[in-house]
T-cell receptor, first 113, second 110 residues
């Protein structure tokens, strides 16, 4: 069964460093998403991406964050100048159409120290 | 807030029993999805139910949706120890932005 894959599975970074989280969505999907889950808390929407541009973003997704689909297969989330509170599990997801089932990857644990 | 809220927060049952989890939300939705998450793992999609549907089945899972009450329920029949996980409902407003609840932590005792 096709799946969303994410790398790295776990990354530890120093506060203030830049982090890039990578995702390969399901190949025929058109909509891509990033969510995050701080330990013990809700899964929170960050951003949705369609047709090579952001379609929606939450208030969490500020100037510190950016997304890109550089080569037609990878979908990346960049976090500039990481803060301690950015420590969370970051989930990539994709769907074939808007409003269709969203499939999630296994997540990337980010620990900022 | 649009966020779905599940109840109970925690549920512990014996293997073989049925487990029912509820989700309530605040504003009109296009569809509602249920997910399972094992500790420290990703979200596994279970069922999507659209706003014009009232009930859907998938194996041992049964989901209902009552848009007049803004609520949904997930029933797992004949539970197994492997069903132990957290269960979340996710509601959308626009189709691109889903809001997750805090989840129900289900423990199935063998």
């Amino acid at each position: 069964e096709p799946e969303v894959t994410q790398t790295p599975s776990h990354q530890v970074t120093q506060m203030g460093q830049e982090v890039i989280l990578r995702c390969v969505p399901i190949s025929n999907h058109l909509y891509f998403y990033w969510y995050r889950q701080i330990l013990g808390q809700k899964v929170e929407f960050l951003v949705s991406f369609y047709n090579n541009e952001i379609s929606e973003k939450s208030e969490i997704f500020d100037d510190q964050f950016s997304v890109e689909r550089p080569d037609g297969s990878n979908f990346t989330l960049k976090i500039r100048s990481t803060k301690l509170e950015d420590s969370a599990m970051y989930f990539c997801a994709s769907s074939s159409f808007s409003g269709n089932t969203i499939y999630f990857g296994e997540g990337s644990w980010l620990t900022v120290v | 807030s649009q966020q779905g809220e599940e109840d109970p927060q925690a549920l512990s049952i014996q293997e073989g029993e049925n487990a029912t989890m509820n989700c309530s939300y605040k504003t009109s939705i296009n569809n509602l999805q249920w997910y399972r998450q094992n500790s420290g793992r990703g979200l596994v999609h279970l069922i999507l139910i659209r706003s014009n549907e009232r009930e859907k089945h998938s194996g041992r899972l049964r989901v209902t949706l009552d848009t007049s009450k803004k609520s949904s329920s997930l029933l797992i029949t004949a539970s197994r120890a492997a069903d132990t996980a957290s269960y979340f409902c996710a509601t959308d407003l626009t189709g691109n932005q889903f809001y997750f609840g805090t989840g129900t932590s289900l423990t199935v005792i063998p």
